[in-house]
């Protein structure tokens, strides 16, 4: 067994290989209900870290999780940006019976708002999950410091200060999932070797630390780690602030809730829809 199918191992979805605006696209689907396509950030293991979360959203949902161009399984383009993007995501929105709604995390979730203000009609709602690009960003030096060493060197040291940031409380996640954990280290590891998804990332950290400025009429809630380190709350706070969105707030977290607090996840982004 891969240790990518060790991730996925006993989901309720199935994975395939589509073409998606010419992009071979690796996608997880299942589940039935209301569409929801979940967009995974700036990571080299692409939408596999989904998993903990996936099952109980399957239960009302129709779930879309692929691989970003670039990353994970799924095949690179020349530059991934922002027509790039947009192109790709309107495709893969055709897997959907109806207009989905789209929570996006971190990096990839700067272009998915940057697609929100471009193409309202494709959404039903938007939820930013992390995202940089709503507000005035500029990288922590501490975790500048570790990406660049990670990506250098993808050892299982720098895997772990890098995990250490994201992470409120690794130890913790480590305890209560051992097994998921170790396979998603390894796997990350594993694709941050890869040549055309180095050239991915770097080109995600240069252009989706950016601000968005343009409007989004899609309803939109901002999703959040109390103690995110890679992307502060109050950068959240003042988002919601200016632009009236809603804020729902995981205590305990840092950058990646859905993977250290699923259960409380879940619980906020129910709270999303109002």
């Avoid at 990839?108 to 309202?120: M, N, Q, W």
């Avoid at 959404?123 to 030096?141: A, D, E, K, S």
């Avoid at 280290?185 to 400025?213: D, E, F, G, W």
């Avoid at 995981?250 to 259960?263: L, M």
Wanted: hydrophobic share 40%; charged share 25%; with cysteine.
């Amino acid at each position: 067994m891969t240790v990518r199918e060790r991730l996925l191992r006993g989901l309720p979805v199935g994975e395939r290989r589509v073409d998606v605006n010419d992009v071979s696209t690796v996608v997880l689907e299942g589940g039935n209900g209301t569409p929801l396509v979940l967009l995974h950030g700036g990571i080299e293991c692409g939408g596999a870290y989904w998993a903990p979360v996936i099952p109980q959203l399957a239960e009302q949902h129709r779930l879309v999780v692929p691989d970003v161009p670039g990353l994970g399984e799924s095949d690179p383009v020349a530059q991934l940006d922002q027509p790039t993007f947009d192109n790709w995501l309107k495709a893969l929105l055709e897997l959907c019976d109806r207009p989905p709604t789209l929570i996006a995390h971190s990096l990839v979730g700067t272009l998915a708002a940057r697609f929100a203000a471009t193409h309202p009609t494709r959404l039903q709602r938007l939820v930013l999950y992390g995202v940089p690009g709503i507000g005035p960003y500029r990288m922590p030096i501490g975790l500048r410091a570790i990406a660049v060493r990670f990506a250098l060197r993808p050892s299982a040291a720098n895997m772990e200060r890098f995990e250490r940031w994201a992470f409120a409380d690794l130890d913790a996640v480590r305890s209560r999932a051992p097994d998921w954990m170790d396979a998603f280290s390894a796997y990350t590891r594993s694709r941050a070797r890869v040549p055309h998804i180095k050239r991915t990332m770097r080109y995600l950290v240069t252009t989706c630390t950016k601000q968005n400025h343009d409007r989004i009429d899609v309803p939109t809630t901002l999703l959040w780690g109390a103690k995110d380190r890679f992307v502060p709350l109050r950068l959240a706070e003042e988002a919601g602030t200016r632009l009236g969105w809603p804020l729902r707030v995981i205590g305990d977290a840092g950058h990646v809730p859905h993977i250290e607090r699923p259960a409380a996840f879940l619980e906020e982004f129910t709270r999303t829809r109002g």
